[in-house]
T-cell receptor, first 113, second 113 residues
């Protein structure tokens, strides 16, 4: 158990819909990272937040957005969902925002039908 | 932009055989980290290398960081069925103040008993 929690574990929805994925980092960790992992694909970095501020952006679509709240939990919002958005979404956390180990949550498996 | 390549993408070995995965970055890295993802699981941190030419061992696993800090390898001696999973390398770009990790696509290891 990494100490990072993600909800829900599974999500099934339809194209065009909007969903919110939630992540709670390890106690004391200030950084949260979001990744997308499609079947047989590597980890695609989406976005990083540090202490409530956006720190780095990767290949995140405009239909996706994220935020980190004052209690440091984070939410990833996916809208106008397409079939290709079906994937495993991981959240990871680290103590600060440079060079440390990232601790991954169990992931949210999203299926868009 | 920063890219991390990892080969091979897949490797099937008989239990007891050795296994190696290689990681190459398009630019110099400040460190290299290795993660393991078991089937159905999430990435779990294995080790971090920071120094040029560094070699670290964990039981049957040997990790190397190249002299130029642009490549790395993971070697497993006498594989066991418990070694099954996908091994990812990931690095932080040298000189970057951001915590973003650049992940390789991973090597999926299958071990036949």
């Amino acid at each position: 158990d990494s100490g990072v929690t993600q909800t829900p574990k599974h999500l099934i929805t339809a194209t065009g819909q909007r969903v919110t994925l939630r992540c709670s980092p390890r106690s004391g960790d200030l950084s949260v990272y979001w990744y997308q992992q499609s079947l047989d694909q590597g980890l695609q970095f989406l976005i990083q937040y540090y202490n409530g501020e956006e720190r780095a952006k990767g290949n995140i679509l405009e239909r996706f957005s994220a935020q980190q709240f004052p209690d440091l939990h984070s939410e990833l919002n996916l809208s106008s969902l397409e079939l290709g958005d079906s994937a495993l979404y991981f959240c990871a956390s680290s103590v600060f925002d440079r060079g440390e180990t990232q601790y991954f949550g169990p992931g949210t498996r999203l299926l868009v039908l | 932009g920063q890219q991390v390549m990892q080969i091979p993408q897949y490797q099937h070995v008989q239990e007891g055989e050795d296994f190696t995965t290689y990681c190459n970055s398009s630019t110099t890295l400040s460190n290299i980290q290795w993660y393991k993802q078991r089937p159905g699981g999430h990435p779990v941190f294995l080790i971090q290398l920071v120094k040029s030419g560094e070699v670290k061992k964990q039981k049957r696993l040997t990790f190397q960081f190249g002299e130029a800090k642009k490549n790395s390898s993971l070697h497993i001696t006498a594989t066991q069925t418990t070694d099954v999973g996908t091994y990812f390398c990931a690095g932080h770009a040298r000189g970057s103040t951001l915590g973003r990790l650049y992940f390789g696509r991973g090597t999926q290891l299958t071990v036949w008993p």
